[in-house]
């Protein structure tokens, strides 16, 4: 069993993501070794973009403010390093294209590879694109995580074919952002996946309480929560770690025994 | 399965939520492209509504005081809504009709293809939203209004650089949120496949158009062609019936701004280096970590980061030559064909005037140059005012 798998081995996963350097590295590497104290499964760790154009306004302002603050792909990969010492909760990257292909893609797999990074998301390659990153990934076995959207419909058999880790599962159109109502659709989007393959399936965007994520793993894997963390790291910038532990706790709590 | 590729550069690189919605406007396209009826009416629509064909007129004066090449302006100027932009988009907005949407949005620089499909959706009654960058909103005033009166909405986008590039982002965001009713009328020969495809297909109208207007106005093909070069969509227009004709040079003008030795620049073939954004591998302006450059032009039109991905390839193989003309260049070539010819440009295609006056010289009298005049410069008058220090505010 790989770690990605093993995030899903023990029940329903809380997946929390931090975009990385927001407010410092420093202050990311905290939170990543606090939320895994906390009970998080996997941990998704943003690197900034200037144009994030999957992101919503949260997430765009902390990829602004990690970028201002000097954070760099090479600078993040020695966080990671460094993290490794003492914390082996799974990590997955989330980023797009282009910071990986400017930097090169058999070096950024191979850095992650050495660094310990077990996973990669790219919301703007999508399956017909695949062969941008998959030889690369496969070389130095990263996982590279597919998506599913609403509006997927028949390429869900395709892409779900064809996946590795796990399903990350859409929730809603539009970019990430946190939100009042989930669409009831994405019960089927899941359905669908499972029947082409046994996968674990995370559900993301616009999850924020925790009784949506509860109700989110009713049906699914795990929840994945972005811009609600972001927001408190926005909110308390360099003393924002106990709040997100608390925070991560709660979420955990929910995910694993309901609300 | 490598889809709309131009040598290595295109593809579809863009969320998978707005992938069936690409699939979809392709699976239209390749329908409706040959469709007698659709071709009919969007022919219709551009000699009856947008004023084709575009004339091509002799630069005598121009021509006789740069004494060399026999020089020729190509102009889309002349098109309703003042640029080449309508060409695209009464084809877009058509396609769009028969696809069932009742909604377009779009990006915009400087507010000449946020006007043409205001226009078109005006036309075809269609809801319209436009994003602009804030700094465009400001520089370019008179044209949110202008699509405000259209009846479009105008959005100024504040995230990032504040300019072109950041209204596609918030368009392309936009987009995600609303695939079902909404068509995004991309206005450049750029973004994921199949829109690099579409927009040079109905900006193509301009190449042929002046194949067939010098066969009879000189009897033979031209020896330069000369557009400026932002995204892309004027040049390739012009560019691409003339491909296949090895002995006609193809030259786009990218935006210097200050200079391609600063960083106030937008010339992305001469400084930039290849990478995967806005749907595209092509050439863009970015650091060593693939963080995208804030870029400066004095033309809104022009201040992109990053080019059409089927220039990029015609720059690989050394078919089309790129190259840059600084804001003072564009000024010169604005005011000079102000005064010469009676013309004024707008300042995107005073970039091809710029280099026009440069390369006519160095060619020989019986040589043919044609510039396209992209569109009209009474958009730029107030500000050209404002760089030569003046105090004119729209």
């Known amino acids: 069993m790989n770690k990605v798998q093993k995030a899903f081995a023990n029940g329903k996963a809380f997946i929390p993501f931090i975009t990385a350097g927001d407010p410092s590295l420093e202050i990311t590497e905290e939170l990543v070794i606090r939320m895994a104290e906390e009970g998080a499964d996997l941990i998704e760790l943003g690197i900034p973009f200037s144009d994030p154009i999957a992101e919503g306004l949260v997430i765009q302002r902390a990829d602004e403010r990690a970028l201002a603050g000097g954070a760099t792909t090479d600078k993040i990969f020695d966080m990671v390093k460094r993290i490794r010492q003492v914390c082996s909760v799974p990590l997955a990257f989330m980023t797009y294209m282009n910071p990986i292909f400017t930097y090169g893609t058999e070096r950024f797999m191979k850095n992650c590879r050495e660094s310990g990074i077990d996973a990669i998301i790219v919301p703007d390659v999508p399956f017909e694109e695949k062969d941008e990153l998959m030889p690369y990934c496969s070389n130095y076995s990263v996982e590279l995580i597919s998506l599913i959207a609403p509006t997927s419909q028949h390429r869900i058999r395709q892409i779900a074919s064809e996946a590795q880790g796990f399903v990350y599962c859409v929730s809603s159109m539009g970019v990430t952002g946190v939100r009042q109502e989930i669409s009831s659709d994405v019960e089927e989007m899941v359905k669908l996946v499972k029947q082409v393959k046994d996968i674990p399936c995370a559900i993301g965007f616009g999850i924020s309480t925790p009784e949506q994520a509860a109700k989110m793993v009713q049906f699914s894997d795990g929840a994945i929560v972005g811009s609600a963390i972001v927001k408190i790291v926005e909110q308390y910038g360099v003393d924002c770690v106990p709040y997100v532990a608390d925070y991560v706790r709660r979420m955990k709590k929910a995910v694993k025994q309901g609300v | ?394």
């Not at chain 2, 069936?20 to 239209?28: K, L, R, W």
């Not at chain 2, 699509?147 to 105008?154: D, K, T, W």
């Not at chain 2, 008058?381 to 760089?387: E, F, G, L, T």
Request: hydrophobic content about 35%; charged content about 25%; proline content about 4%.
């Open chain 2, 1 to 394: 399965m490598l889809k709309g590729r131009f040598g290595i550069h295109g593809g579809q690189y863009i969320p998978e939520t707005l992938m069936n919605a690409v699939i979809e406007v392709e699976d239209y396209y390749n329908r409706y492209k040959e469709d007698p009826e659709f071709i009919k009416e969007l022919e219709e629509l551009l000699n009856s509504y947008a004023g084709r064909p575009s004339l091509l007129y002799y630069a005598e004066k121009m021509t006789r005081d740069l004494g060399g090449a026999k020089i020729y302006l190509k102009r889309e100027d002349l098109n309703h809504t003042g640029s080449h932009k309508i060409n695209n988009v009464l084809g877009q907005v058509l396609l769009a009709k028969r696809m069932g949407k009742t909604r377009v949005i779009a990006e915009t620089g400087a507010g000449q293809h946020g006007v043409a499909t205001a226009t078109a959706a005006a036309l075809m009654g269609m809801k319209c939203e436009i994003y602009m960058g804030k700094e465009d909103t400001d520089r370019q005033a008179l044209n949110v209004y202008r699509m405000e009166l259209l009846g479009a909405r105008v959005h100024s986008v504040t995230s990032g650089t504040q300019t072109l590039k950041d209204a596609v982002n918030e368009t392309m965001r936009e987009w995600t949120a609303r695939v079902e009713d909404t068509h995004y009328v991309l206005g450049s020969v750029m973004g994921p496949h199949p829109f690099p495809m579409i927009v040079r297909d109905f900006q193509s109208v301009i190449g042929r158009e002046v194949k067939r207007q010098m066969l009879q106005k000189e009897g033979r093909l031209p020896d330069a062609l000369i557009a400026c070069v932002g995204g892309g969509s004027n040049a390739m227009g012009l560019f691409y019936e003339f491909i296949g004709d090895p002995d006609v040079r193809l030259i786009g003008c990218e935006a210097a701004g200050y200079g391609v030795d600063t960083d106030k620049t937008a010339a992305t073939m001469a400084t930039g280096s290849v990478g995967i954004f806005h749907g595209m591998k092509s050439y863009f302006c970015q650091d060593q970590y693939g963080q995208i450059a804030p870029v400066y032009s004095i033309s809104a039109g022009l201040d992109y980061p990053g080019v059409g991905p089927e220039h990029a390839n015609l720059h690989d193989i050394g078919r089309a030559e790129y190259v840059p003309v600084t804001d003072d260049e564009a000024v010169e070539g604005f005011e000079y064909l102000s005064r010469t010819e009676g013309i004024i440009p707008a300042i995107e295609s005073a970039h091809a005037v710029a280099y026009a006056r440069k390369l006519a010289p160095t060619m020989t009298k019986d040589q043919l140059l044609v510039i396209n005049l992209s569109g009209r410069g009474d958009k730029d008058v107030a500000a050209i005012a404002r760089y030569r220090g003046g105090e004119i505010y729209e």
